[in-house]
């Protein structure tokens, strides 16, 4: 009895000194958190800060937010880094046990120096830690390099070329795949427009972009079909500071065609709730290029003043996101809408060039005559993110309405009535429209098991495209969509990090009946009757597929290298499986094939950086073969029954292979220049068909940019850069005809910004100088190339950017 006492004795003792020591641990134990921002208060994801004397390292997350938990109290100091500001450092106090620093905010450094892929520490961890090639750009990028649409302002990333639709539209073109086979993603949201044709723009408003992440090659186990080529992913724009109202007014003029708008941005947070919105407008006149004279189609077009007839436009966007944002869940409301109107170049839209009305197109260059089309595009969508302990959710749900109308002259074709019946369905100037509507929705889910990464998600996607007008190109159909993909990333050990994936997809089409609304006369046995042609029959396609995708990277020191093997699928749209019309925009005649099978992709990508004190190299070769790839291949045939004999195109499947590089060189030669060099190469070759040994079309030629930055230190300026791109565009001899062989090309382009300081404003001016030699080349990858119409004469891009911020 005695001895279970003194047992008692002895376990209770133990457990009082046991508790002494953990409360003593405990009392020498601190928390440490708060949030990092720029001088515009603006959070800054990824800066580093480093505990000392321990050397303990954390990062901040999108919020700028970071913490340590159970620091030592003999720690004395946290130091903050981020690329382009100072180091900031901070005494801690030694007698409590939780500090919290609710705002730091970073001084930039006086000087700026490279600019063209943004190389702080989150864009290089991105690149360290992601197997596939993605380059990151900002919103200062976009501003320094402002073209006529969002596409034409990053052209000067290698391996990034755009589909140019006069001043004011373009499509992306990664590595010579455009239309279907490249995706763009907004907030999350996969833009949904009539992104099959050359002449359609994009509807984003490129002022409202913040960051851009542009994945080279196959991303089809993230973003499902039609990222066969690759993705443009416009990043979501960071939340607000607390407690602040600011915003910014930007003020753009060009002087090729005479362009002048503006954007206000207008943003603020309390505690949990935060709103931002932006309202764009933009008016422009006819664009001009350096030449009196183009010949479209062997006719001779003479310019007045340099301007092409009718290439004027106009847009006007909004939009406005709100939210609630806590440590555990964050919630967005997105609503946008963009409506623009802009001509199409009279002398090469259906029409014979000789029956332009000149007099009536000359008279002004601003006004918009017909041919042209109005787009309306609206955009609603919903992301939510909340941790279910170790997991990481985020749902999206978006509504998309792309409404398209296509205005020209009625004019008679084949048997089209020579009179417009006054009964018809559809205006008389009313020559085609698209009504697209779309519904979608995503769930993924992030959570870490040991030293795995795993993302599972799913998503669904419903459309439907109505159609009206008198003219027919494509079908009205109903499609569906829905994937399920599984991705792990491995962190190895600090040296490796291995990527595998896996995506089911489901995909269902289907396409409307179409008839002619006007007869057409058949012959058959010598008999002559008037028929109503059927152009496009009732057509259900259902598709499946199974990509894997497997990476490396291995990252000793200032090397870094990258791998990965994947494949990548792409159902095939209604145009390919069912179009039966004539392209006004190309005078031919297009034609599906029902039986056109998906495409498929199988691609190699490597990647290699090297990076010291003064140099920065960076190469990124891939091999790419396509089973059955779809093009349109141009037939012996001509159209008897919808035009003037135009040769007929017919959507063909063919062997593909394709490989390439890019690369970039930087050199610092004192803190003041440095110089660059980006290039590109790309070679494509069918394998079978009718075009075995071309090449595809669109293919754009080698190239080498040499870039010159002097980054000056001025008093009572900041961040003043000067610019000089020389740019060499190789000859481009491999075509698919009716393409024509493309000329070699020499471009030079000038820049020049400051940030001028008045009291507590800033005012941000930035200069460019595009074709600074007014030279007249071709740009083979351009939509009116088939013309030889020559690209854009000089153009002086000024902007003014007037940020504004107060604490409430």
Same mark, same amino acid.
């Given at each position: 009895m005695h001895k279970n006492k003194s047992n008692r004795l002895r376990t209770f003792c133990l457990l009082l000194f046991c508790l002494a020591i953990v409360t003593k641990v405990s009392a020498q134990m601190v928390r440490i958190s708060g949030s990092i921002f720029s001088n515009g208060l603006k959070p800054l994801e990824g800066a580093i800060v #480093?505990?000392?004397?321990? *050397?303990?390292?954390?990062?901040? /997350?999108? @919020?700028g937010h970071f913490l340590f938990n159970q620091i030592p109290t003999d720690s004395k100091s946290i130091t903050v880094r981020y690329s382009g500001y100072l180091l900031h450092e901070v005494k801690l106090p030694l007698n409590k046990n939780a500090i919290v620093f609710p705002a730091i905010v970073l001084t930039p450094e006086i000087k700026e120096l490279q600019e063209v892929i943004i190389k702080d520490s989150y864009e290089a961890r991105r690149k360290k830690e992601e197997s596939l090639t993605i380059e990151t750009v900002n919103s200062s990028f976009i501003q320094r390099n402002l073209g006529g649409s969002l596409m034409q302002s990053l052209q000067r990333i290698p391996g990034v070329k755009t589909i140019s639709i006069g001043s004011g539209g373009s499509k992306p073109l990664i590595r010579g795949l455009s239309f279907n086979q490249v995706i763009v993603v907004e907030n999350g949201i996969k833009h949904e427009g009539q992104q099959w044709g050359a002449d359609h723009g994009l509807e984003i408003d &490129? !002022? @409202? $972009? *913040?960051r851009v992440e542009i994945i080279k090659g196959p991303s089809s186990f993230i973003y499902g079909s039609d990222a066969i080529g690759g993705a443009v992913n416009i990043k979501p724009i960071p939340l607000p500071a607390? *407690? $602040?109202?600011g915003?910014?007014? /930007?003020l753009t003029g060009k002087s090729n065609n005479e362009q002048f708008g503006g954007s206000v941005n207008l943003f603020g947070r309390t505690e949990k709730w935060f709103f931002d919105s932006r309202l764009t407008a933009m008016d422009y006149g006819d664009y001009r290029v350096p030449t009196d004279t183009v010949h479209v189609y062997n006719y001779a077009v003479p310019l007045y003043k340099n301007h092409l007839r009718n290439t004027a436009g106009r847009e006007l966007d909004w939009h406005i996101s709100t939210g609630y944002s806590t440590e555990k869940l964050k919630s967005v409301v997105y609503v946008s809408n963009i409506y623009s109107k802009s001509g199409f170049f009279a002398n090469a839209h259906g029409l014979e060039p000789r029956n332009v009305d000149t007099a009536l197109h000359d008279k002004s260059s601003r006004d918009i005559l017909m041919p042209f089309q109005e787009v309306t595009h609206i955009k609603i969508s919903n992301t939510t993110s909340f941790r279910l302990g170790s997991h990481q959710l985020k749902t999206q749900l978006g509504f998309q309405k792309n409404f398209r109308r296509e205005y020209s002259h009625y004019v008679n074709h084949g048997y089209m009535p020579p009179v417009y019946p006054a009964a018809m369905y559809a205006p008389q100037d009313l020559e085609r429209q698209y009504d697209k509507e779309v519904f979608s929705v995503a769930i993924k889910d992030e959570f870490s098991i040991r030293n795995h990464q795993f993302t599972v998600g799913v998503n669904g996607e419903q459309q439907q495209n109505k159609i009206s007008g008198w003219s027919f190109l494509i079908p009205a159909f109903k499609q569906v969509n829905a994937g399920l993909f599984v991705y792990d990333k491995m962190q190895i050990n600090d040296l490796w990090l291995l990527h595998g994936a896996v995506r089911m997809d489901y995909g269902r089409i289907e396409m409307q009946q179409y008839t002619d609304w006007f007869p057409s006369e058949i012959t058959e046995n010598d008999q002559t009757s008037a028929e109503y042609l059927q152009r496009s029959s009732a057509l259900? +396609? #259902?598709?499946?597929?199974f990509n894997w995708s497997a990476g490396v990277n291995y990252n000793p020191g200032k090397w870094s290298f990258k791998a990965n093997l994947g494949t990548s699928f792409r159902m095939p749209i209604a145009k390919e499986l069912a179009s039966n019309g004539v392209n006004y925009h190309y005078f031919r005649f297009e034609k599906g094939d029902p039986n056109l099978g998906a495409e498929r992709s199988y691609q190699l990508d490597l990647g290699m950086d090297w990076k010291s004190n003064k140099w920065s190299v960076q190469l990124s070769p891939f091999f790419n073969y396509f089973p059955n790839y779809i093009y349109l291949n141009p037939t012996s045939q001509h159209d008897i029954y919808y035009g @003037?004999? *135009? &040769? $007929?195109?017919? !959507?063909? &499947?063919?062997?593909?292979? +394709? !490989?390439g590089a890019e690369l970039q060189m930087r050199y610092q030669f004192t803190p003041q220049v440095s110089g660059e060099i980006l290039a590109e190469y790309l070679y494509s070759e069918q394998l079978s068909g009718s075009k075995k040994g071309y090449t595809l079309p669109f293919s754009p030629p080698a190239s080498v940019l040499f870039g010159l930055n002097y980054t000056p230190e001025i008093k009572n300026l900041k961040d003043t850069y000067f610019s000089l791109d020389y740019r060499y565009n190789a000859a481009q001899n491999q075509i698919v005809p009716p393409e024509k062989k493309t000329a070699s090309s020499n471009v030079f382009n000038l820049a020049f910004g400051t940030k001028v300081i008045a009291g507590q404003q800033d005012f941000i001016l930035s200069m460019q100088v595009q074709n600074l030699f007014n030279t007249k080349y071709l740009n083979h990858t351009s939509f009116y190339r088939l013309i030889e119409l020559p690209e854009a004469s000089r153009n002086i891009i000024l902007s003014l950017k007037i940020p504004f911020l107060m604490h409430k």
């Open positions: #480093t505990l000392h004397p321990s *050397n303990k390292i954390t990062t901040t /997350d999108k @919020a &490129q !002022y @409202a $972009v *913040n607390k *407690n $602040v109202l915003g910014s007014v /930007d259900t +396609r #259902t598709f499946g597929s @003037a004999g *135009n &040769q $007929v195109f017919e !959507y063909e &499947q063919s062997k593909v292979m +394709r !490989y």
